[in-house]
């Protein structure tokens, strides 16, 4: 599996420490940037992330910002892209077991580097459920 992540500068830090839990797993990750710390604007990460996915180049994306949720919003912007705002492993199996998410928001200012692995393990662990759920993410996407 092919995962594109990107961040601001929030989530550098937990973008590098996923990075690291997901090679040691055996997952290709490109990485979007940012490279440091210092402050940056997110769309200019995010939306290449997110358009990796829609071109094939990635299976799915994970965006990390402060909270999560800009980063999510610019995602979302991209035509194909069910990007959910996780913040714990309940919210990541269910994105993906009932919303089919692509892409994964989660806020490095809120959750610890810890229950971020723990929430991307939870998401590409779990599997789409189909049925009354498939029937809905058709219509989002009409």
Not at 9 to 34: N, P
Not at 52 to 66: K, N, S
Not at 125 to 138: L, P, Q, V
Request: proline content about 2%; hydrophobic content about 45%; some cysteine.
């Amino acid at each position: 599996m092919r995962i594109a992540i990107a961040s601001d500068h929030a989530g550098y830090h937990l973008k590098q420490r996923l990075i690291a839990h997901l090679e040691s797993g055996g997952y290709a990750v490109a990485d979007f940037g940012t490279d440091s710390d210092e402050p940056v604007d997110y769309p200019d990460f995010i939306r290449p992330a997110a358009e990796a996915v829609v071109a094939g180049e990635a299976d799915v994306a994970i965006v990390l910002g402060g909270s999560g949720n800009g980063e999510a919003i610019v995602a979302n912007k991209v035509h194909g892209i069910r990007c959910a705002v996780c913040w714990d492993e309940i919210s990541a199996r269910l994105a993906k077991q009932h919303n089919n998410a692509n892409a994964i928001s989660i806020g490095g200012r809120m959750v610890s580097e810890d229950l971020g692995c723990a929430i991307v393990d939870a998401w590409l662990n779990a599997e789409f459920e189909g049925g009354r759920h498939a029937r809905r993410i058709g219509k989002i996407e009409g």
